[in-house]
């Protein structure tokens, strides 16, 4: 079996643990949290492209189709992630959209650049995908931050972590898709694939934890941020 086959099939499975442990996590604790469909539809859509993944990979079905269904993956879940950040921040839906909105075409142009005939068509995509990027890191970085301005230092200091990893994190792709087969193949694409499926574990599965369980402290600093209010002025 392809070393390929298996690592897709591990992240499958770990998706889909995932799903059933955030499910469990909305519906146990006690805790406000509007947004708990999230967490389990992005790792649903995640598991559900691994094992095609796996499938195609492995010969059992969907021949040729690991790109594809990588992309698919991508295209449904990396604007639900920005979502996931952007509402902790309690940012407009406008800002929420347009950041979705880039997000979406920067996968779009990512996966024109992937598969292109040409070196223009390639490079072209790859400009368009990293205009687009840089559009989410920015919005990010302002408009959404704007949303936690008036808040307390601690609501602040949590936001602002969880976003500078996100874009930390995210940063990885376009240089690792460099260096892969599709870019100046210093890398395999055996080697692409493992680095991408632990890029997507822990986008994935690690930090989605980190912004549940934000949104969880976060409503509770607000929390305490508005009794503290109450009383001083009372
Ligand atoms: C590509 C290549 C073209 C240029 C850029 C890219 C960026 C991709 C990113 C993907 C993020 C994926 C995540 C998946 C989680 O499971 C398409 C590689 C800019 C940022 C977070």
Redesign the pocket.
Known sequence: MLVETAVFAAVAALMGVSTVAFVAFSLLGDHENRYFLLPPA?MSI?GLSYAGMAASSGGFALEGLVLELR?L??LL??PL?VMHIAVVAAASRKTIAAAMGADAL??A???A??TAATPGVKWG??AV??V??LA?VYLLLTTVTDGVRDETAAVQGTFRTLRDL?IA???V??V???LSP?GFGVITAPDYHFI?AV???T??VGFTSIVTFSITRVGDLFAEAETTATATTA
């Open positions: 992005i995640a992309y993956d991508w879940t990396t992630i920067m996968i142009a990512g996966y650049a992937t995509g790859f995908s990293t687009a990027f989410v996100t994190l995210w940063l792709y376009p690792i898709w460099l599709s991408i890029l997507d574990t986008a994935k």
